[in-house]
DNA sequence: TCTGGGGTCCTGAAACGA
DNA sequence: TCTGTCGTTTCAGGACCC
């Protein structure tokens, strides 16, 4: 039984500033940019009985609410608050020290060794006195959550808040999760709750009670069959103590909308250098460098390059010199709003000076896993009659004639596969596989598989024997 | 309302290379 | 040598989170 805390930090950067300036405390308080482009980070409690709230423009919140204070960040103190917490937390969390910062105000603690569930008095008691001591040594209030997996107890924390604890029992987390909308569950923004509402589903029991393939079909196949499992308050992913960074960006969106390319260019390698000094920082350097924009019109777009060999880039210079090029490409007739540098494909300064081939020998030298690949296993698509008979999706039996021993269920194939050569239209449907329509070309499907893991690409033909033969192809 | 900044993850298409 | 096949990698964009 698996016992996971969520701790959040009440109305955070806002609460800093209260605790931090008395004359603030019960007034309606917003930190965010205070420039005219500016959107709210944070508002006091006091200031969303206004109707301000994070991301909304500062101008709209100054007119829902002119007479808040409009504060601008002090990430200094809010990295020290956050950091005194941490420490309460971890002091919680005890010798196994498992927990997961996710942001300066948020936190997960897996208190699983510790405890026999969610419902255990001990953590009961541990949760009550860590919010008294955040209460009584930082100066903030906190909101706690405690469940059996990330999901609930995040969702736990979220539901009383401020200033809350709430255990949600083991067994009572599809009832309490039911009547809650859909957009209670992390990962469901506005656009897939509009995709949800298409399907008249607007609660997390409904969602619960919607076939997983009918949503894999609206929303993809990782947020498809994630959403079902959550909406079921199933949620396997660990507690994960350290998560090295993947990116550093910098961007910055203009007062006015810049057309001149010099002032862009000089904007870049300002940012460039911010990027590199954080690069420089963690001692880290990457491989692919992106640029984004957004045009007047709001619409974003990115452009982006990969460093051939292992070397990458790290000084202003370097990523200034990759950046150049790529916002060359960019399309800036009517101005761009906002301008962005990035680095990802992040290797410690000592790895990308050894040889990237070195890790391919290795591989080579290691024997095979016993599990095969469901891929080698898998028939093509160009032989449709192979496979004959019925298709039974859960099952497979006779399905996969090629490999027998290798289940179709090991196999997820997302839905639809869509594939558009001028007129012509092949359409996978989800599972076994149809083909329907007129067409011939390639079809290309992305595979998960026990030894291939997600995003292996299978790429086959379907000719003119596929489209007249008679019943569907089998994979 | 008129939309920041810094991230993560996912997906489809296309290029690449054996 | 040419061509088709197919796995891998890269690119671009969308959605989401705090």
Do not use: N
């Amino acid at each position: 039984m698996r016992t996971v805390l969520h701790v959040d930090l009440d109305a955070f950067y806002a609460a800093v500033e209260q605790r931090d300036k008395p004359s603030l405390r019960g007034k309606p308080v917003v930190v965010g940019g205070t420039a005219w482009r500016g959107v709210v980070a944070t508002a006091s409690y006091e200031a969303r009985a206004f109707g301000v709230g994070s991301a909304m423009p500062t101008a709209a919140a100054r007119r829902a609410c002119p007479w808040a204070a409009y504060l601008s960040p002090r990430f200094g103190a809010y990295r020290a608050a956050s950091a005194r917490v941490m420490e309460l937390l971890a002091d919680l969390a005890g010798p196994p020290g498992l927990l997961e910062p996710l942001s300066l105000d948020e936190a997960y603690v897996d208190l699983s060794g510790s405890s026999s569930g969610p419902e255990d008095e001990a953590v009961l008691a541990a949760a009550v006195a860590f919010r008294e001591r955040v209460r009584e040594q930082v100066g903030l209030t906190a909101s706690v959550g405690i469940g059996t997996s990330k999901l609930v107890a995040k969702v736990a924390s979220d539901l009383r808040k401020p200033d809350a604890l709430l255990v949600v029992p083991a067994g009572a987390e599809r009832s309490v999760l039911a009547p809650l909308g859909v957009r209670a569950l992390p990962g469901v923004g506005p656009a897939t709750e509009a995709r949800l509402a298409a399907l008249g589903v607007s609660t997390v029991g409904q969602l619960a009670g919607t076939d997983e393939r009918e949503l894999v079909s609206v929303l993809g196949r990782a947020a498809g069959t994630a959403l079902h499992a959550a909406a079921l308050g199933v949620d396997p992913r660990p507690v994960v103590p350290e998560r090295e960074a993947k990116s550093v960006s910098a961007e910055e969106t203009f007062p006015t909308d810049v057309v001149d390319r010099a002032v862009l260019a000089g904007e870049l390698r300002r940012m460039a250098g911010r990027v590199a000094e954080r690069l420089l920082a963690s001692g880290v350097r990457g491989r692919t460098v992106t640029v984004k924009a957004r045009r007047y019109d709001f619409t974003a777009l990115a452009r982006s390059a990969t460093a051939p060999g292992g070397a990458g880039v790290a000084t202003a210079e370097e990523i200034a010199a990759a950046a150049a090029p790529l916002l060359a490409a960019i399309d800036a007739t009517g101005g761009l709003r906002l301008l962005g540098v990035g680095v990802s494909g992040l290797v410690g300064a000592l790895d990308a000076l050894e040889d990237p081939v070195q890790g391919d020998l290795l591989a080579d030298l290691l024997p095979d896993p016993p599990e095969p690949s469901p891929l080698e296993a898998l028939p093509a698509a160009s032989s449709p009659q192979e496979g004959g008979g019925e298709q039974d999706e859960d099952a497979g039996a006779g399905g996969v004639p090629a490999a027998p021993d290798v289940p179709p269920a090991a196999v997820s194939v997302p839905a639809p596969v869509v594939w558009r050569p001028g007129q012509d239209v092949v359409h996978v449907e989800h599972g076994a596989g149809w083909v329907q329509g007129s067409g011939v070309g390639r079809v290309t499907v992305r595979f998960e598989g026990p030894r291939t893991g997600v995003g292996r690409v299978r790429t086959f033909a379907v000719d003119d024997a596929d489209l007249a033969a008679a019943g569907p192809p089998v994979w």
